[in-house]
Structures are given as structure tokens and as C-alpha cells.
């Protein structure tokens, strides 16, 4: 095969790992760009595993990305959360682990970790590569990689979420969540959170949006509320979509992304709300949806 083959059989999972490691949709297809022209320069009779090849391309590549947003994102106005990931196909990724690693609660969490640390949990405990295949990848010694899975995993176990509902309720909590927001029902709205429900946006200084965290179900609900009554039924299009791998919820202002809404939840209720209004974290959304 020639390099424009192996390439284009990898995309795919290129692409999973450098979102999964930046948490951006813009900077992932640049970390696969990067890797794209790194790869044509490269004799292929050079090269024993090009799938493996091309994953250290695109970690490290992801790696040093992260390092160098570190002060960006420490210094971010608001809450930073992930670009949204969005896709219109009805079904979900068939495999539950993968699915569950899109989630915006799990890319929230990951966010605590070193960028090493993140390559090393995503690459063993998510897309399941041996600590040998990891620590080749990263050019670091075996044990070093296990050390850092460890850290890894002892902090992604001991705060991750692990009973979420099935996909159906999920879909039955999101469709009830729209209506109770449109026609105004703070007391139906509420019945779908939990009592400790937590409301976060995105706003980044460059949109409308809350300012602060907010938490428990009344005053979130009291909110979401509040902002639906802004705006006259017609003012927003409202689309429902797949968002970091679960039912989510897209705002557009004419052909303009307004805003994304995704969730966490539990077996039977939404524990958390992400709302993104970044105008710069949604302009991919216009260029999928025109």
C-alpha cells in the first residue's frame, strides 16, 4: 500500500485519539493534518507497523499541544469545557468504552491529568494497547508507563461516574428535558435532575451565558427556565443530536450555531449540564450543518 492508503485506513482512529487527548475538534484535524505530512515524508520501507507509526505521530504531536495550552486554559474566562463533538448518525459507537471516553463529564475529568498521563490512560485503559506498545509510542521506559496508568487510573476511578442510564433512558430524559424547558415547566424540569445537579457553561468572555457554576436542581432548573423565556418559540432552531457520543442538544440562530447542551447522567436522572457558547468552539458545527 502507499502512504495515502495506510493513512486514510487509520484516520479514523488518529482522529479518537488526538480529540480524546486535546478535547478540541479544530486542533485534533490539525494534530491529524500534522501527522498526515509528517507520514508522506516518510519512506515506507522505513516503517514496520504504520498504524503504530502514525499513533506516536499524532500523541506526541497531542502531547506537546497540551503542554504548550496549559497557561491558556489556566487562565480561560469561565469554565472551560471541550469543543463539542457532534454526530447526526443515529447509532452509537458499538464499542461502550469508547462511547463512554467522549463523554464531556469524562474529557472534563481527564483535564486533571499530565499530559502524559492522559496519552497513557487513553492509549492502555481506553483503545487497549499493551504498556509495552504505550511506552514505545512515547519514547519513555515500560515501568514509567505503568506508573503513570496507575495515577491515571486511581484518579479517573475514584471521581468518574460509573452507573449512567442506558442509551434509551438517556434519550427519554433528554426529549422530556427540551420539552419541560420550552413550555415553561420548572417543576417537570426539576423532576429530571438530580438533587445535587450541576449546571456548567462555556462561554470564554465572547457569549451570553452563566457566569458561575451553578448548583442544585432548583436553581438549575429555575435557570434553564429563565433563559428559555428569552426568546420567543421561533427565535431559536433547536436539533437534536449525538454530542460526545450521547444525546445532546444544538441551538441555531438562523444558519449561526448558538449554543450545544450535553449531559451526564445517572441511571434515571441528569446529573450535570454542559452548555457550550464559545462562538469559537462551535464554528465547526456551522461548517457540518450548512
Not at 50 to 73: C, G, N, Y
Not at 75 to 93: I, K, N
Not at 254 to 271: K, L, V
Amino acid at each position: 500500500m502507499d502512504h495515502e492508503t495506510h493513512f486514510l485506513e487509520h484516520r479514523r482512529l488518529l482522529f479518537s485519539v488526538a480529540y480524546r487527548m486535546l478535547g478540541s475538534v479544530v486542533e485534533a484535524e490539525d494534530a491529524v493534518q500534522e501527522c498526515y505530512l509528517r507520514w508522506q515524508a516518510t519512506p515506507l520501507d522505513t516503517v514496520d507497523n504504520p498504524r503504530a507509526f502514525l499513533l506516536t505521530i499524532v500523541t506526541r504531536w497531542s502531547i506537546d499541544q497540551l503542554r504548550s495550552a496549559r497557561h491558556q486554559r489556566e487562565s480561560y474566562t469561565g469554565t472551560w469545557l471541550p469543543e463539542p463533538l457532534v454526530d447526526r448518525s443515529p447509532a452509537p459507537d458499538a464499542q461502550a468504552a469508547l462511547t463512554e471516553s467522549l463523554s464531556m463529564a469524562f474529557l472534563v475529568l481527564l483535564e486533571a491529568l499530565s499530559p502524559q498521563e492522559r496519552a497513557v490512560y487513553l492509549l492502555h485503559d481506553i483503545f487497549q494497547y499493551s504498556f509495552a506498545e504505550t511506552a514505545h509510542m512515547l519514547g519513555k521506559p515500560e515501568a514509567a508507563c505503568r506508573q503513570m496508568g496507575k495515577r491515571a487510573r486511581g484518579h479517573v476511578h475514584a471521581r468518574h461516574q460509573r452507573y449512567s442510564a442506558s442509551r434509551e433512558e438517556q434519550e427519554r430524559l433528554t426529549h422530556a428535558f427540551l420539552f419541560a424547558a420550552g413550555s415553561g415547566d420548572a417543576a417537570a424540569l426539576k423532576a429530571l435532575l438530580t438533587e445535587d445537579a450541576v449546571c456548567y457553561s462555556d462561554h470564554g468572555g465572547k457569549a451570553a451565558a452563566a457566569k458561575r457554576t451553578i448548583h442544585t436542581a432548583d436553581k438549575v432548573a429555575r435557570f434553564i427556565i429563565g433563559v428559555s423565556q428569552r426568546f420567543a418559540p421561533e427565535a431559536l432552531r433547536v436539533e437534536l443530536a449525538t454530542i460526545n457520543g450521547q444525546p445532546g442538544i444544538l441551538y441555531y440562530d438562523g444558519p449561526e450555531p448558538y449554543g450545544a447542551m450535553t449531559f451526564a447522567f445517572t441511571p434515571h436522572a441528569i446529573q450535570a449540564l454542559y452548555v457550550i457558547r464559545n462562538p469559537d468552539k462551535l464554528r465547526h458545527l456551522h461548517a457540518q450543518h450548512t
